[in-house]
C-alpha cells in the first residue's frame, strides 16, 4: 500500500517494504538498469531504479536520505529524493520527485499515469530486489490531444494521418471506446497505447459527438 500525493510541481509516494533498511539502501546504491532498458549510466553517474534514468549524485546520507538530478530523458533535469527509515515491519520509504518545469500542469494526467507505475516498481526493488521497468514501455499515439472532463476524454487537436483523424474523430467528440474497451481517463488511455494501440495495429473507436453516438476504425 502506499500514500501518494501531488507535491509543488511533481509528486511523492510512500510506502513500507518488508527490506531492512541496510539492504534497502545497498539495492538502491548497486542499482542496475531493468531488462530491456537499453542504455545505463556512464561513468561517474549513478542509476534511479523504477524511474530507469541515469542521475548526478547531489546528497547521500547512507542509509537515510539519497538527493539526486536526473541526467535523461524524459523528464531531465527533475530532482529525486529517495528517504529510508525504521518502521516497525521493515523500512518506510519516501520517493519525492520534483521539478517539471512550466509545462507540468498541462501534462500532469500523462506523468500522473506514469508515476503510478514508478511507484509500484520502487515497492517491486525495495521488496522483492528485481527492477522491472515497466513504465519505460513505449507511449503510442492516437493522433490528437485529450482533455480530461466530468464526462471523460474529450478529443482536442486532431493531427493529420494519425489514428484519430482516420477513425472519423473530431475536435469536441467524447470518446467512449477504444480497440473495444472503455476509456474515462488518461490513465485508461495509456494503459491502451502501451499495449493493444501499437503502430501499425488497425483498430476501433467509438465515440459520441453531439447526441450521436459513432464508429470508425483506422491503423494506429
Do not use: N
Request: aromatic residues 8%.
Amino acid at each position: 500500500m502506499t500514500d501518494d500525493a501531488l507535491t509543488g510541481d511533481g509528486f511523492e509516494a510512500t510506502f513500507v517494504v518488508s527490506t531492512p533498511r541496510a539492504k534497502a539502501w545497498e539495492l538502491l546504491r548497486d542499482a542496475t538498469p531493468a531488462a530491456g532498458v537499453p542504455v545505463g549510466p556512464e561513468p561517474g553517474q549513478l542509476w534511479i531504479p523504477a524511474i530507469e534514468g541515469a542521475a548526478v549524485e547531489i546528497e547521500a546520507i547512507d542509509e537515510e536520505r539519497l538527493r539526486a538530478r536526473k541526467l535523461t530523458e524524459p523528464c531531465r533535469d527533475t530532482e529525486i529524493v529517495i528517504t529510508m527509515e525504521d518502521a516497525s515491519t521493515g523500512t518506510r520509504i519516501t520517493i519525492v520527485q520534483t521539478g517539471f518545469g512550466a509545462g507540468f500542469d498541462a501534462q500532469r494526467a500523462w506523468l500522473a499515469a506514469g508515476w503510478s507505475a514508478i511507484v509500484a516498481d520502487f515497492v517491486a526493488f525495495f521488496g522483492r530486489g528485481i527492477a522491472l521497468g515497466r513504465h519505460v514501455t513505449m507511449w503510442w499515439s492516437i493522433g490528437c490531444d485529450v482533455a480530461e472532463t466530468p464526462e471523460g476524454l474529450v478529443v482536442g487537436d486532431v493531427y493529420p494521418d494519425g489514428f484519430a483523424a482516420r477513425a472519423g474523430l473530431e475536435h469536441g467528440d467524447l470518446i467512449l471506446q477504444l480497440a473495444g474497451t472503455p476509456v474515462l481517463d488518461v490513465r485508461d488511455l495509456s494503459v491502451l497505447i502501451r499495449g493493444p494501440l501499437q503502430t501499425g495495429v488497425e483498430t476501433s473507436a467509438r465515440y459520441l459527438r453531439g447526441d450521436q453516438i459513432r464508429t470508425g476504425t483506422g491503423v494506429v
